[in-house]
């Protein structure tokens, strides 16, 4: 396959809150990964968060065994991950002042078999384009969200609401978590878009969807969409994971 990753603070904030780990060499059990996190808290709290959480993943996952998972036990692999990483982070918050409250969006995936496996904490999202078309896996765990799923409020209406931006769950800020896991076959996938919602609050979907439908390599279009969140204002950090999961197939 072929990725590019980038991040950036955006022209707003005064540091970056997100991180992120990539890799399609074998990490434990599975055979490639991709982490992205967007951390929120106090003073310096939300970039711990983010980077705790990401390396706590990461490091677990090369802790377990390394015979490589079955299709049928990636979730509960990386259920048991995801677990323990929110546990000691949200011990991390229990026991510092300063970190109380702290705690992080958490979007992750692995490719085995033809299949891409997805786990989504937060309102960081992960999307796949096919052909012309754009499609978001995973679902925004937020206020605003919820209120649309509810048909409480449109998605017009989400977009500028005053608290689009709350989070209803995320990694670290109780002791227990609950993790959303899709599937996707990848047989029509041409690229695969992991993202904070620096970019997505900036860009709108058919933008995005332009660019990732562009016969360009993914660094190039991972630049392209950064160039469009920073033109469009740059409120927030911005984090782009751009894969192309057919290249060297």
């Not at 951390?39 to 706590?56: C, L, P, Q, R, W």
């Not at 982070?89 to 510092?96: H, N, P, Q």
């Not at 990694?171 to 996707?184: K, L, Q, R, W, Y």
Request: net charge negative; hydrophobic share 35%; aromatic share 6%.
């Amino acid at each position: 396959m072929n990725f590019y990753c980038l991040t950036d603070k955006g022209k707003v904030r005064a540091t970056n809150e997100d991180f992120a780990f990539v890799s399609d060499k074998s990490v434990g059990p599975l055979g490639n990964l991709f982490v992205i996190a967007d951390g929120m808290g106090g003073e310096n709290a939300g970039d711990y968060a983010s980077e705790f959480a990401v390396k706590k993943v990461v490091e677990l996952l090369r802790n377990e065994e390394e015979d490589s998972v079955r299709p049928d036990g990636v979730v509960e692999v990386m259920r048991d991950v995801i677990s323990e990483t929110n546990w000691q982070l949200f011990e991390k918050a229990r026991s510092d002042p300063e970190k109380i409250g702290m705690g992080t969006t958490m979007v992750t995936a692995t490719f085995l078999d033809g299949v891409l496996y997805v786990s989504n904490i937060g309102d960081s999202r992960l999307y796949v384009q096919r052909g012309k078309n754009l499609y978001q896996i995973t679902l925004d765990h937020s206020y605003v969200q919820e209120m649309v799923r509810n048909g409480e409020i449109t998605e017009e209406a989400a977009k500028h609401h005053k608290y689009k931006s709350r989070i209803t769950r995320a990694v670290g800020a109780e002791s227990m978590v609950h993790t959303d896991f899709f599937s996707i076959p990848l047989d029509d996938v041409d690229r695969v878009l992991m993202c904070t919602d620096g970019l997505t609050n900036m860009v709108s979907d058919d933008d995005i969807s332009s660019v990732l439908s562009e016969d360009i390599e993914p660094k190039q279009q991972a630049k392209s969409l950064l160039d469009k969140a920073l033109e469009a204002g740059g409120k927030d950090n911005i984090t782009i994971v751009v894969i192309d999961p057919k290249k060297g197939e």
